[in-house]
């Protein structure tokens, strides 16, 4: 079953990590590293960490200043299947 959730909170954690709250109050710690890799026109100015890290919630999903956004629930269900809830970001 789908849950419809929406990012309450996200926080740069190092690297292409991010430190993400749901609306449910799961939270974790999620690397985008592989989607940076992927490469392509909106996803290249994440490969710039400062620019990564500028991300911020907007209508309930990560979102960085170049428009580019990744979807909630699809994030949601990533973490819960990596069993990311309630990890925490390694010292830098």
Do not use: C
């Not at 990012?7 to 989607?35: I, N, Q, T, Y």
């Not at 919630?57 to 956004?69: A, I, L």
């Amino acid at each position: 079953m789908m849950k419809m959730v929406k990012v309450a909170d996200v926080k740069p954690a190092g690297g292409w990590r991010l430190r993400v709250r749901f609306s449910d109050g799961s939270e974790g710690v999620h690397d985008f590293a592989g989607l940076v890799a992927e490469g392509g026109e909106m996803i290249e100015p994440l490969k710039d960490q400062e620019f990564f890290a500028r991300v911020h919630v907007e209508y309930g999903v990560p979102t960085w200043p170049n428009g580019f956004d990744v979807d909630a629930i699809a994030l949601h269900m990533d973490m819960e299947a990596a069993g990311e809830f309630g990890e925490t970001a390694p010292a830098e």
